[in-house]
């Protein structure tokens, strides 16, 4: 096939999924000349799996995504049919936003956005072969022959790479949806020195909501007395899409356990291994046997369809199956399936391999980010898409790259986890990962990274004069706090919550930790003009949480002794007298760029670390 020149740019992305659409918008609107390559136009931030944005965890990705200047928030906001926040029961630290989409809504914001955006541009086509000299990114070339030719690369392909569809002794190579696979890169990767394996997925059956029976079904709305995910989006819809609530039971797991022989889980047909966190229905009948059934969600995948996505029942068994298996589900006894269940593999690579900024450590300007480094989930891809995507930006400026640690962002937390730990399934992120989790609250995801996102140059003046105006509000509401109330005119608001009058006087803040609401506060002394709800919010749970705030901040300042002192990239670990050996090959592998990323790897103690610190003061 004769090669032509497709086009010169300065950043080529491979892939259109949530981590391509931030990488390639994060590189365009930093001025770089971007070809964002895709199989498929139509399945530009497709959403495969669930149709919802957000979630334990995921709700504090989206808002920091936001924060630093990506798109994924804002395009969630312009397709909601219900927003809700989990965890209400449960502390500040755990409660998530999470949002149902409008599937095709979303699909059509977000590349609407994208071929709107100066400076991209959107070439279907499959990529087959990232092109090198020494040791540099020069180009990407298509199956078709085309040469993109450009400085530095984001490979985001999602479950696409070799992509296998399976139920039951159905197997087909294929993306999700039916979707085209790419056959071409992996053998380049491997090429290239990356350490590729197999991971799985899978997702459940839509059934026709006409044949549901929603009268035996337990509602769920939404709430509207409730932030968005975007700093930048004013309000949630007033009028919201229910969702609903349903079971398994005993019946549905007998037809499981009679069919275990036909499921290519058990019968060997999946290689790849799935997510511990998210498993199908027949794993969750076998790992927990004593259950005797498990929750489900049926939830709209649209405005326009009547399509209903069946959360909680993903499986990968044959469809005669899955059609007697979702019929004995209570509301779901006439219920017909527009989409058969099924279990995805797809080729991703050892996240071990690359920096903290997502490069890869053999190739210059070289990134990866998303599905491929071995996550699961729109919105922790979504996360990397931005950072590969901003660092690729600054390396082309020549500035410092942006690295989070664990207690900037969720995303730091991420990245670290892959990078330094690596991951052996489909890497999901939850609150327990994050150990400043107090600290990374969704509410306050602005205050912590939009000066970042300003400094890389992706925070527009609108974004931030809103910033500055909600910052000014924190801190005058912060001095508010201060502010001391004489012990008689305290007295009727303490005597009500049962408190004993105190001393001395007590500040707003006081009151606060003797578990009285700012709003009840504010009512009773006054205080706090122009400053919205969901600002005093923040300052509430800042004040509530003080102690452990600063404990967290202590600790933060200790782990940063670590942090700043950097390891040559050139050290020779094996050398290294006093090391252990596991720690000098596990060293050896990561490179970690300092002290306190080399005790996070797994197999470097402490008294390897107190060797290392030796060996750098000689």
């Known amino acids: 096939m004769n090669e032509f020149i497709e086009g010169q740019f300065d950043a080529v992305v491979i892939g259109a999924g949530h ?147 399976i139920a039951g002794e159905w197997k087909r190579s294929s993306g999700p949806n039916g979707f085209q696979p790419a056959n071409g890169l992996t053998e380049n990767l491997i090429n290239l020195g990356f350490n590729v394996r197999r991971f799985k997925t899978g997702t459940p059956a839509r059934i026709d909501g006409r044949t549901i029976d929603f009268d035996k079904l337990e509602i769920q709305h939404g709430e509207r007395d409730i932030y968005p995910f975007s700093y930048l989006t004013d309000g949630v819809p007033e009028n919201q899409t229910p969702c609903y609530l349903t079971y398994t039971n005993q019946e549905t797991h007998d037809i499981i356990r009679a069919n275990l022989h036909r499921s290519p889980l058990y019968g060997g047909m999946i290689k790849g291994t799935g997510p511990r966190y998210c498993p199908s229905i027949e794993d969750k009948v076998v790992r ?46 006439r219920c017909e399936i527009m989409r058969y269940a099924y279990a995805i593999e797809y080729d991703c690579i050892d996240p071990t391999d690359l920096y903290p900024t997502l490069e890869y450590k053999n190739i210059d300007g070289l990134f990866t980010a998303g599905q491929i480094n071995g996550t699961s989930g729109y919105e922790e891809a979504a996360a990397q898409g931005l950072i590969a995507g901003i660092n690729a930006s600054l390396k082309m400026r020549n500035l410092p790259p942006l690295i989070l640690n664990r207690n900037d962002a969720y995303i730091g937390v991420l990245i670290d986890d892959l990078v330094t730990k690596g991951t052996n399934e489909p890497y999901r992120m939850m609150t327990s990962r994050a150990e400043y989790r107090i600290l990374l609250r969704q509410d306050n995801s602005d205050l912590r990274l939009t000066e970042r996102g300003r400094a890389a140059g992706l925070v527009d003046d609108n974004r931030y004069q809103r910033y500055l105006k909600r910052k000014a509000d924190y801190q005058k509401a912060s001095e508010e706090m201060k502010v001391s109330i004489k012990p008689k005119d305290a007295e009727p608001l303490l005597s009500r919550h049962g408190y004993a009058m105190p001393n001395g006087g007590l500040t707003k803040a006081d009151l606060i930790k003797r578990g009285i609401s700012i709003f009840e506060i504010k009512a009773e002394f006054g205080g706090f003009d122009g400053i919205d709800d969901f600002m005093l919010s923040t300052v509430e749970l ?77």
């Open 288 to 333: 927990f046997a004593d259950k005797e059934r498990h929750q489900l969600f049926l939830e709209p995948e649209g405005g326009d369809t009547n399509e209903i996505y069946v959360q909680g029942l993903s499986t990968s068994l044959p469809h005669d199956v899955q059609k007697q298996m979702y019929r004995t589900v209570k509301g779901l006894e």
């Open 542 to 618: 800042d004040a509530k949480y003080e102690g452990y705030l600063q404990k967290g901040l202590d600790q933060i300042e200790k782990a940063k002794r670590l942090e700043e002192k950097a390891l040559p990239q050139d050290l020779d670990y094996l050398s290294i007298k006093g090391l252990r050996l596991e720690a000098r090959q596990k060293l050896d592998k990561i490179r970690p760029l300092n002290l306190g990323q080399a005790g996070r790897i797994s197999g470097v103690s402490p008294a390897d670390i107190a060797v290392l610190m030796v060996y750098l003061k000689k």
């Open 19 to 165: 981590a391509g659409c931030e990488s390639a918008l994060a590189l365009a609107r930093t001025g770089f000349n971007t070809a964002m390559l895709t199989l498929n136009l139509d399945s530009i931030a497709f959403l495969a799996c669930n149709p919802s944005v957000g979630g334990t965890a995921k709700g504090q990705i989206v808002r920091e995504i936001d924060a630093l200047g990506g798109q994924m928030g804002l395009n969630a906001d312009s397709c909601l049919l219900q927003i809700r926040m989990l965890n209400r029961g449960k502390g500040a630290a755990v409660q998530s936003l999470r949002g149902q989409t409008d599937k095709n809504l979303y699909h059509s914001n977000m590349k609407k956005t994208l071929e709107n955006t100066p400076n991209l541009k959107i070439v279907q086509g499959e990529a087959v072969e990232i092109l090198v000299e020494d040791g540099k990114v020069t180009g990407v070339k298509t199956a078709y022959g085309g040469v993109l030719t450009c400085k530095t690369v984001v490979v985001a392909t999602g479950v696409y790479l070799n992509g296998s569809v």
